[in-house]
Structure formats: structure tokens, C-alpha cells
């Protein structure tokens, strides 16, 4: 098939599930066209069968706002036009869904039939989306959508909850290639890091409000007293200056290191022996899972979809959002010894396994070819993901 995906292109679970997604279908036979204003960050291959078209807005200066999803629903017109593209994948409803039915509604007057596929990530559903302003929108675009797809169970029931929703969504959830993170590095350069008596516990996010990435430093704060420790955080936003401050304030400062944006997040996780991930809200956690493909056990919160991603008990544990006490006392149990920590390890990897790629990819595949027949309303995938 030729397929067109719409994609957020910078550091974000969407955009890299998008981007996966678009290289797993090239790999086995796919013609793939990434549409998006900039190369998708995890996109460096490029090939016969992917493709990347840059959206770009002329500056005009009447234009508080630059009319992006004008751009992209024209850029879309074009390209379906262009290379005969059999259905659109869009990932992210704002703006993606709504540009991706004006170009259904512009190519049906040039008698071009073209499916959408719509798939819900989850703030823009639970934060963005949810919001008044953009609302109606939302739910028009989710509604006129020909096939929808939620990321996980949780997402799907909020969606339902919080929107008049009138198509099936199907569940089909995140995914990775495990394979990918089997450790191939021989030295995983932790000497670089910590000494060899620390444990080195790490965050990988937007930093972001929602990320209530002040735990992260909180619940650090009470393992690095009994466990000799060191924090590292991968990834710049908004809170990055907060947390900073609060290590300072809380003496860890030299504790804790912030390494920025990262394109090689597997090489740090392959010397981490824990991860922290207290969100205000998680559809799914992908950094979650990538962590425990690496072999890393969770300390999370059961927001939204992580408790379908990290299971208590077995890769990790998770805590009602903010309990911060509980989040520490639960790390301190898995890093306390040798053996418990490595038991926790392994299991973590063996669950991530449920959301590999070749367990993942087929179902969107036959997304697609049911979604050509408007039938994707019957397909019921998820629940053969869980042993
Ligand atoms: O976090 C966001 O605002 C957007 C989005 C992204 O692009 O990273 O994250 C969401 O989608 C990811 C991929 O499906 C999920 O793994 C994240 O859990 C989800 N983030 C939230 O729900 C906060």
C-alpha cells in the first residue's frame, strides 16, 4: 500500500510511534510518505519506499497565527495527487484529523476516495483537545474520521467519557522494536556516570507540567539517602528550571544530572538501573516501555494507560499520582540488593515483550485493509496482546 503519515516530528511518544510505524510498514513492502513541517526526529533513513514532505507556511504578516493546518490539509491534496496514495494515517487528533478531513473533502470533489486513519495519543484527548475552545473540532474530526485508533484501553474509555463519540475505536497500543534494545553496547560507559557502588536512576520526558518531573527530584531525594545514587534527566521543557532549582535546594544538585534532548536514549538506559515516571497523566508511558526493553524496572504513577504497560509486582510499581513517599519506598525495595534489582530487570524486559513491533505492526496493517472497506468497526485486536 501507499501510505501517508501525518506526524508531530519533534521529541514526543506520537511522533516517534508515527515514525516507527512508518519505517516497520517500508519494511515490509509499504511505500511510505511522512507529511509534516520538519524531518521526524527519529527518521534518517531515507529510501524508494519512505519518503519525507516538508510542510511549509509562507510568513505573511496579516497572520497573527500562521495557518498551518491550511498548509498541511494542501500539502496533502497534493501528494495523494501525486504518488496515488491509498490512505491517510494521522497521529495526533489537533490539528491532524481536522486538516486530514479537509483534504478528504477537497480530493472527493476531485473524485479521489481516500480512507483516514485517525489515532488518538492521548493529551489531545485528556488536556488539549478536552478544552472548550477546541472541543467541537475534535470531536468533528474524530467523528469523521473513516477508522480510529487508541494507544490504549484507558485513552479509548476517556475518549468515550469525555467526548459524543460515534465511531468503534480500536485499541491497538504503542509498540517498539525489541530487538533494538537488546543490549548490543559491550560498554555501556557507566563509569561515565557513577561509581561502581551507585545505583543510577533516570527520567526520560518533555519535561513538561504534566510530567510532574518536581517528583522525579522529590522521590530521588529520598532514595539517594539510603541508596547511593545518581538521577539523570533526558529532555528539555518547561519544568527543566524548576527541577534545577529544587535539586538545589534540596543539596542533590551534584546528583543529579539534566542531559538534554537525547536521538540515543538507548544508550542511556542501558546503564540505568531504574526508571521514574510520576505522571499527571500517561495514556500509554512509550518511555516507559523503552526503559523496560532495556531491562530497567518502572516506579510510576497508575495514571491513565501505565498501569496496562508497567505491571505491579513484576517490572515495577506504581502509586497513586503525587504519593511521592510510596514512589521512593517501592524504588528503595527494587534497588536494596543485587539479586532483587537484577529479578526485576529481567521481568521488566520479558513484559515489554507484549508491545514489540512484530506483534504490533500486522494490526494496523489489517487496519488499513479493513479501513479501505469502511470495516474496521469489527476488528478487535487487544486483548490477544496480554499472556
Ligand atoms: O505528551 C503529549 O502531550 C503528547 C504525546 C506525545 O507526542 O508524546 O504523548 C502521548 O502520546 C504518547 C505516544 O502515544 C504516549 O506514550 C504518552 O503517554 C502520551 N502522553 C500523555 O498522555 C501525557
Redesign the pocket.
Known sequence: MKIAIVC?PTF??????ATELGLALADHGHEVHFITYKQPVRLDLLSKKIHFHEVTIPQYPLFKYQPYELALSSKLVDMVKLYQIDIMHVH?AIPHAYAGYMAKQMLAQAGIEIPMVTTL????I???GNHPFYKPAVTFSINNSDCVTS?SQS?KDDTLRLFDIKKTINVVP?FIDTKRFENQFTDCQRSIMALPQERIITHVS?L?P?KRVQDVIQIFSLVQKQIPSKLLIVGEGPEKEPAEALAESLGIADKVVFLGNSNEVDKILCFSDLFLLP?E???????ALEAMASGVPIISSDA??LPEVNIAGESGYLSAVGNIKEMAANAIKILKDDATLASFKANAKKSSLRFDTKRVVPQYEALYEACAFKACSGLIFYKHLFF
Do not use: I, M, P, Q
Not at 514526543?12 to 510511534?17: A, F, K, L, R
Not at 495519543?121 to 489531545?124: F, P, S
Open positions: 508531530y514526543g511518544g506520537s511522533g516517534v510511534v495526533y495519543h492521548g493529551t489531545d485528556t488536556l488539549v494507544v485513552l504503542n518533555n513538561r504534566v505522571s497523566k500517561e495514556s500509554f508511558g512509550l518511555a491513565g494507560g
